[in-house]
């Protein structure tokens, strides 16, 4: 779900493959797209954003198409651009000066790679999608124990991390395998660099143990676009979630962290002021959450299940401070 800066209409990815677009209230408006492959349709769930304008850019994965529309549902325009040239990606957001920031797999494009997309995480294009301006922020200096075959393949197959844009102009990110760091980015000289790192709160040492041997260990295997065989194996000790800024700069970070000593992960939440302070943590007891979060003003929704009721939905919402 995504909610316009003036607060007028939230939207939300639609179970019949469509844009929903609900008022402040709650109460159901329209819907924009239709099941399908032409103008406007979307064969399967749209990933979408809005634009510096307020119109809704949404991305179809299959079509590698991008569709804007106003927020009544006109169609505004649409582009499809060179298999070979982008990037695709299930996140991205529309930077202040009109570039588009792209967080994706660090994986290669087919079995050519010309532009090394695979070293990096995030990939800027220009406002219309159309030119390629750069990529930043290198795998194997942002995720811990980026070398192991085991973690890269962690998140080439299942998560490359997750990052929230700040109202300063910036984002923040935290890599898939969270180590209790999280990185502020901002543009400096027309460049995206670090300038600041957030100090979290994690209950193991190690976000990853590669090649650890146990009941909890995971194997992955896979096969590459040149037909061998890919595996490596570890245990997961800490994962990132997704992060939230809230309407008064708090930043909230929630996380899947190993208890020392213990099998179970917990769900953990961590406050930050917007200075980057840790400020407080919590856990979820009972609750496991999916790594589905949507933000509406002070309001959270959360996707998550247990033990005993299966999935649920929580709904939270911030009194006070």
Sequence with gaps: MRTDADQNIYIAEGLQRTIMVFSPQGKYIRSIGRVGRGPGEFPTGPKFNFTNKEEIVALDLELQRLTWFSKEGEILSEYTPPVSGVVWTEKFFQAANGDNI??????????????NYRKYVFHRY??????????????????PEANSEFVELINTRMSSGHFVKTGEGGFLY????YNG???KFENSDNKWIIVDTFEGHIHWEEAVEPDA?????????YFDGTGEEQRGSGIINSYSIGLIEMSD???????GQRMVDQDSIQTMIEVFNPDGDLIGTGPF???????????????????GWTKKTGSILLIIKRIGR
């Design 181 to 183: 760091k999280i990185y």
């Design 249 to 255: 700069g708090k930043v909230l970070h929630f996380s």
């Design 213 to 221: 041997e146990g009941s909890m260990s995971m194997l992955f295997q």
């Design 102 to 115: 792209m967080l994706k797999k660090p994986r290669r494009i087919g079995l050519d790679d010309p532009e």
């Design 126 to 143: 220009s406002n219309s999608f159309e030119d390629h301006i750069d990529s930043f922020g290198k795998f194997e200096e942002l995720s």
């Design 174 to 177: 935290a890599p898939a395998m």
């Design 285 to 303: 007891d009972e609750i496991n959450i999916h790594i589905n979060l949507s933000f509406l003003r002070d309001i959270i929704l959360l996707y």
